[in-house]
T-cell receptor
Framework: DIQMTQSPSSLSAYVGDRVTITCRASHDVGNHVAWFQQKPGKAPTTLIYGASRLEGGVPSRFSGSGSGTDFSLTITSLQPEDFATYYC?????????FGGGTRVEIK | QVQLQESGPGLVKPSETLSLTCAVSGYSITTAFYWAWIRQSPGRGLEWIGSVDHTGITFYTSSLKSRVTISIDTSRNHFSLSLRSVTAEDTAMYYCARRIRGDGDHWYFDVWGRGTLITVSS
C-alpha cells in the first residue's frame, strides 16, 4: 500500500494569506495525486487531479504541484469560503489511499 | 449533470450485513468509468473501500476484502455495497463516488454523493 502523509495536520491563517499544504507519498506515484476540499457536514469536492490539473469550476487561487513522492497544494489569497479540511489522495494504484487531512482554520 | 445519491438503513446491528445503494442520475452507469465506495470516520479518516467498473469487475481494499461485495445494476443505473459481519468499527459516513478518466490519462474521483451515516449498534 502507498501511505500518504500530509502536513501540517492543521493550520490557522488570515483571510488573504498564502497557504501551502504538503503531502508525501511512501512510494513514487508519478503525478497521480488529487486534492479534495471538505467542509463540515459535507462531502469532499475535487479541487485538483494529476497533481496540478484544476478541476472545472475551481477558482484559480488553488494550485497543485509536485511529482514522485512530494506534492503540495497552495491557496493564494485565502478566502472565507476556503476554511475547510483538505485531503490528498494518490490515484495511480489500488488501494486508493488518502492523506490524513489538513484543517485550515481562521486566525 | 451527474448526481449520486446513497441510500441505506442508518442503523445496523453488530454481526449483521450492511447494504447500501448508490443511485446514479444524469449519467449512464454503463459508460466505461469506475464507481466507488468510500467511508469516513473520525478515527480512520477517508478510506477507499472498493470500486466496480461498468462490466462488474471489482477491486477492494485488503482490510475489508473478506467482508465486502460491490455490485453494479445497469438496469437500475445504480451500484451497491454489501458489508458483512459489521462491528462498531464500521460506524462511519459512507460515500459513493465516480472515478473518471481526465486529461493526461488520470483516473480520479470527480463526483461524490452526499453520504449516508451508518451506525453499528445493538
Amino acid at each position: 500500500d502507498i501511505q500518504m502523509t500530509q502536513s501540517p495536520s492543521s493550520l490557522s491563517a488570515y483571510v488573504g494569506d498564502r497557504v501551502t499544504i504538503t503531502c508525501r507519498a511512501s512510494h513514487d506515484v508519478g503525478n497521480h495525486v488529487a486534492w479534495f476540499q471538505q467542509k463540515p457536514g459535507k462531502a469532499p469536492t475535487t479541487l485538483i487531479y494529476g497533481a496540478s490539473r484544476l478541476e472545472g469550476g475551481v477558482p484559480s487561487r488553488f494550485s497543485g504541484s509536485g511529482s514522485g513522492t512530494d506534492f503540495s497544494l497552495t491557496i493564494t489569497s485565502l478566502q472565507p469560503e476556503d476554511f475547510a479540511t483538505y485531503y490528498c489522495q494518490q490515484h495511480i494504484k489500488y488501494p486508493l489511499d488518502f492523506g490524513g487531512g489538513t484543517r485550515v482554520e481562521i486566525k | 449533470q451527474v448526481q449520486l445519491q446513497e441510500s441505506g438503513p442508518g442503523l445496523v446491528k453488530p454481526s449483521e450485513t450492511l447494504s447500501l445503494t448508490c443511485a446514479v442520475s444524469g449519467y449512464s452507469i454503463t459508460t466505461a468509468f469506475y464507481w466507488a465506495w468510500i467511508r469516513q470516520s473520525p478515527g480512520r479518516g477517508l478510506e477507499w473501500i472498493g470500486s466496480v467498473d461498468h462490466t462488474g469487475i471489482t477491486f477492494y481494499t485488503s482490510s475489508l476484502k473478506s467482508r465486502v461485495t460491490i455490485s453494479i445494476d445497469t438496469s437500475r443505473n445504480h451500484f451497491s455495497l454489501s458489508l458483512r459481519s459489521v462491528t462498531a468499527e464500521d460506524t462511519a459516513m459512507y460515500y459513493c463516488a465516480r472515478r473518471i478518466r481526465g486529461d493526461g490519462d488520470h483516473w480520479y474521483f470527480d463526483v461524490w454523493g452526499r453520504g449516508t451515516l451508518i451506525t453499528v449498534s445493538s
